[in-house]
Structure formats: C-alpha cells, structure tokens
C-alpha cells in the first residue's frame, strides 16, 4: 500500500512540474481575453462564440502539443545513443553499510500529493460517467420515436429545404405529444425533435426548423460535445466551467442572428416563438443542442431581435480567423514553456548508477547516488525519503558517506556526498527502488547472468574480507618518491590521493588520480604507485580485484622523522589509508549444544543481516537473520572457536566450551 501511495505522489508530482506553467499561461490569456470580451458585450455573437471556443479548445491543444514535443525529445534523445541514457551499470562493489531504520510513517507532502491526485481522478470520473450516462439517455430517446425525413414534413418552406440539402446529411424529424423546446443532437443522421403544437403553426415551425438546421451546419453538437470532454478533464479549472457556461450562451445568439440575416425572417414571430418555448422542458440539457438552452439570456436575445433595425452581415472569415489565432497562439504559448519549465525547477535527474549482481555472488543489488549541489539534494529530498519507507523486504541497507570518506571511495564525484542504496537480490525489489528515485525499471530478464556482457576485468570490489596488503610496506613506496622541482619552486605542497585497482596477482591497475595538487606532484604520485606489488585481496577464500587508494602527503620544509627527504626544503610521505571496517558487537548464548545470538553494529547497535557465522575447521555454519538472529546446532563436545565475518566488519572471533 505505501509503495502505491508513493507511486501516486510521485505522479502527481510528475505532471504539476510539467502543467503547472503551461496552465498558468492558459488562464492567464483566457482570462485576459475573457475579461477584453466582458467589457465589450456589443461585441458580435458570433465573435464572442468563436472566441470562447478557441480559448477552450486551446487548453487541450497546448497540453497535448507539450506532450509531443517531450515525446519527440526523448525518442531523440534514445536514437543519439545509450551514451545519453541515466541509468548505467557499473562494476560491482562492496561497502560497509548500516541497517536501515524503521519508517515513521509515510511524509505529510506524500500523502498530500497522493490525495490530490485521488480528488482530481475521482471528479474526471465523476463527470465521464455523468457523460456516459447522459448518452446512454440519448440514445434510448432516438429508438423510442419515429422518425421522418426533413423533406417530409408539410408546409416545409423552400429555404429550409435548401439548407437541409446544403448540410449533405439524413436530416431525420420526430414530432413529440409533450410540449418540448426544440432540439437537435446526432452526427452522420442529425435528428430534430419538435413538439406536435407547432405542426398547426407552420410559420414557427420553420422558424424552428430554421434554427436547429443552423446548428446542423455550423457542427454544433460536435463542438458542444468536445467542449463537455474538456471540461471533465479539466472540472478543477474555474475558468473552464465558465467559458462553456458563456459559450452556450453564445450559440444560440450567434445562431439567432444567423437566421435574422435572412429579411425574409420576421423578427416579431421569431421572438414570439422564444417567449412561447421558453416555458417548456428541455430534454437532455446537458448533452443535446436546444434552441432556448438558458432561460437567464432570454432578455439579451429578445433585446438583439427586436431592437436591431437592419440585418447585419455575418462575419464569419473574420470570426474563424480570430479562431484560429487565438487557438494557434495559445496553444503554442503553452507548448513552448518546456524549456521555461526546465528553467523554473533546473530540475537535474538524480545522478545515479547501478551495480546489478548477477551472479548472486554479493547476495544483493546496488545503487549509488552522487549528490549534486545542496539545492538539488534539497529538491530530491522527498524521492530519497521514499527509499526508506519501502516495505522492508526490498531494502537490505541505505549507507550514506560525505567529505573525505566519499571521496576516497567513489573520486571527485562523491564530494557532494554519496548514497548507497543495497536492495535484495530479486528484480521486484531493485525496480521498486529505482521506481521510489523516478526512474525507469528495468527488464527481470536483464539481471540474469546470461545476459551479463560486462568483462571480468571491469569487475572489482571496494571491500572484501581480506584487504590487499603492500609488500614492503609503507616504506617500500617512500623510497622512490621525488619531491617535483617545479612543485617545490612554485610552493606547491598538499595531499595527492590515487586510486587504482589491486587485481588478481596484486599488480596495480589503472591507476587515476582522484584528488590532486599540481606542480608534477601527481604525475609523480602515479608512477611510484604504479610501481607497487600487493598481496592480493581475497573474498570468500579466492584472490578477487579490489578498488584501492593511497593518499601521498607532499610538504615542504617539514623534516620530521620517518620523511624521505629527496629534494631540498621539501619531503613527501605515503600514508596508511582510513580503515573501511567497522566493529561488531557479538551476543552468544550456548544451550547444550545449540548455539545462538545476534550480531550487532559496534556503534549503533543496529541488527546485521547476512553476517556470516561458522565453526572454525567445519563447513558447519548459519547467516543472521533480519533481526541480526542466528542458531548453530554444534555436534560433540569440547571447544569451538566461532568465526564471524561481514563486509565492511572487523572479522571477529568468539571461543565455546561445551
């Protein structure tokens, strides 16, 4: 459940960080636009109708443009190579590490983004059903009545004849006993339905005939029918329920005075027949186009009938132009802030790589996290705070390093700090962690051995159970070092750290400074290095790669025993590196012949899972569990010397006495 609830959380804040802007600037130019046409009501309908249709079908538009544009980035992105990809493997290593400590519960901005996310699915829902069943009505009213096509219909006068054929389509006619406004719905076979009271005026009925076909051929029930999907997406948007509230408005004044464009139109009876059909029913309101929609713009429409003199031509162009305009403009202002987005949050992925185990060798999965600046790690905060509220299965441990220890361990890289994240060793575990940080999962089948194509030479550890030991020790090294003229001339002094690899036979490999001072002191710390012989690390009783580092001190004027004083004024001195093992507590209770206890972590106290346990000369042994527990049943009497061993530990030893 919790990983669900960081899953929405995480949505949530996926798509606020690429809407937010793009909404802002849609409600700011509607609103701008909106509030232009509410100081200018005299503006003509048909103007007001267009233009409250292009502000809310840009809405959609923007968003779906921006969409396509972060669809065509990535498809690029992916074609420029892997080389560009977030996630890459890296060879495996080992750290010490500490247990990771129960969650106090899920963060408040979590479950706040969770909600958010809930409230806004569950009203989209809402008002999709309320769609669906509004249609469903629809349809079920067109199967009970009978129909007759528009040509039909006696004392159907010659203009509307016309404008039945002009539409290209089945126009169908039903006459209802029930006293109804008129109403038209339908796309390929548009319907009109009528009420019977006006079979008797034949003058209103083609004036109400006239009005329904004019919906006919201006794609109203469409339009009407995108607008209603917009606003379910979009119901949280005050603006849009307004808008579409104004635009019906709107229609039926654009659709008035395109059939008072006609002289042939008599003004009295059209607004007769208003004032006559507003009293009655509307059938499906909601969903259907009807001649007399709102009964609040009544006065509005009259008082354009009846006191406009002469007919006014209708400026269609002009008005599809602005359409397009404004639409085009918006839409493209929306579409074009990803860049402004990206500016807004610098929002930098994680720097992150993976070590996948795919031997089951190491028993888990890695993933190291190189913090940035502190204002990144700031931003990420909340993603790495999901790492611990994982359900405890998935999580082995979180280690975190900073200042010098990151350094020597992971380069230049870890001097933000670094975060080393151990899941187990199944892909459920690795890609539910991965999905926590916002990245992608990965394939189960691509944390198989089989398909491993990384070479064994790019494999190496960082801690192993026995660390490389130098062969003439310390002092092997400080024999060969010459402190650099130019260093010395130009006072240049400080500590050089190299890092390398000790491989199998002990030589050192691909040495690389990680820390530098300049003056040819690095380039002299590389070739005294290199120079080195080790004995060979070993893990689980074999000679394995371990990553390594020496810190070389260079100083001048400092004569200090134990220096190897090489240039004049100046001595350099190859120092021990930090010890990477911890202490462990050890707790043993023996009940005659069963032999348990817990390991712990010397400093926190903290259970150790997975800490190896044996009976020193036997394969007779046991691993702690995730309490830090463990039980041997020992054969026989006399003495046995416990050995306990975990990476990143001191070995440890305990003696028995049965």
Request: with cysteine; aromatic share 8%; net charge negative.
């Amino acid at each position: 459940m919790d990983v669900f609830i960081f899953q929405l959380s995480e949505f949530a804040q996926l798509v606020f960080e690429t809407i937010w802007l793009p909404l802002v600037i849609w409600t700011v130019i509607s609103f701008g636009v909106w509030l232009f046409l509410q100081m200018f009501e005299n503006v003509h309908p048909i103007y007001q109708y267009h233009t409250r249709l292009a502000l809310i079908f840009s809405l959609p538009a923007g968003l779906l443009s921006l969409a396509s544009i972060h669809y065509i980035s990535d498809w690029i992105t992916a074609s420029a190579g892997e080389g560009l990809t977030m996630i890459t493997v890296i060879s495996p290593i080992d750290i010490s590490f500490t247990q990771v400590e129960e969650s106090s519960g899920i963060p408040f901005m979590v479950i706040v983004q969770s909600l958010a996310v809930a409230i806004f699915l569950s009203g989209m829902i809402f008002f999709l059903i309320r769609f669906c069943m509004h249609a469903i009505n629809l349809k079920k009213l067109r199967k009970s009545l009978n129909y007759m096509p528009i040509s039909e219909v006696t004392a159907l006068s010659p203009e509307n004849r016309g404008l039945a054929l002009a539409t290209g389509k089945n126009v169908q006619v039903a006459f209802l006993s029930s006293e109804i406004i008129p109403v038209t719905f339908g796309f390929r076979k548009p319907v009109i339905l009528l009420p019977d009271s006006l079979k008797s005026q034949p003058e209103k009925l083609n004036l109400g005939l006239r009005h329904e076909l004019t919906h006919i051929t201006q794609h109203d029930f469409s339009s009407h029918l995108m607008v209603i999907l917009t606003e379910a997406v979009f119901w949280f948007h005050p603006m849009v329920h307004r808008l579409k509230r104004e635009l019906v408005e709107y229609r039926e004044m654009r659709c008035d005075n395109i059939v008072l464009s006609e002289a042939s139109v008599s003004r009295k009876e059209y607004a007769s027949l208003l004032l006559e059909l507003i009293p009655m029913p509307n059938l499906n309101k909601e969903l259907s186009v009807n001649m007399a929609q709102e009964s609040s713009n009544l006065k509005k429409r009259i008082t354009m009938i009846t006191q406009q003199s002469k007919t006014k031509p209708i400026p269609k162009r002009t008005s599809l132009m602005i359409l397009g305009v404004i639409f085009i403009s918006t839409a493209l202002a929306m579409a074009c802030t990803d860049m402004q987005t990206q500016n807004v949050f610098d929002e930098e992925e994680l720097d992150l790589m993976t070590n996948i185990d795919k031997t089951g060798e190491q028993g888990y999965h890695e993933i190291i996290i190189y913090m940035s600046e502190e204002e990144q790690a700031n931003r990420h905060e909340s993603k790495l705070e999901q790492l611990r509220m994982l359900e405890p299965e998935h999580i082995d441990a979180i280690q975190v390093w900073k200042g010098e220890q990151a350094v020597e361990r992971f380069g230049s890289r870890g001097e933000k700090g670094v975060i080393q994240v151990r899941t187990k060793l199944d892909a459920e575990s690795y890609n539910n962690t991965l999905k926590a940080l916002g990245m992608n999962p990965v394939a189960p089948e691509s944390l198989t051995a089989q398909n491993s194509e990384s070479s064994p030479q790019d494999d190496f550890f960082v801690v192993v159970e026995e660390m490389p030991e130098l062969i003439g020790g310390l002092e092997s090294l400080q024999q060969q070092i010459q402190y650099p003229d130019m260093a010395r001339r130009a006072g240049i002094e400080g500590r050089v750290y190299v890092q390398f690899i000790v491989d199998e036979n002990g030589n050192v490999d691909d040495p690389r400074i990680i820390r530098g001072i300049g003056g040819g002191a690095d380039e002299e710390a590389l070739r005294v290095v290199s120079q080195a012989k080790f004995k060979p690390g070993m893990q689980r009783g074999r000679p394995v790669r371990i990553q390594y580092s020496l810190p070389i001190m260079f100083k001048l004027g400092n004569e200090e025993n134990g220096n190897v004083e090489n240039s004049s004024g100046g001595s350099a001195q190859v120092e021990s590196p930090e010890t990477m093992e911890k202490r462990m507590i050890v707790e043993v209770n023996n009940d005659d012949g069963k032999i348990s206890g817990t390991v712990l972590d010397g400093e926190t106290r903290q259970p150790l899972a997975g800490a190896n346990i044996t009976i020193a000369g036997s394969d007779v042994g046991a691993s702690t569990d995730m309490d830090g527990n463990f039980s041997i049943d020992a054969d026989g009497s006399g003495e046995y010397e416990l050995i306990f061993t975990y990476i990143g530990y001191e070995k440890a030893s305990l003696s028995i006495t049965r």
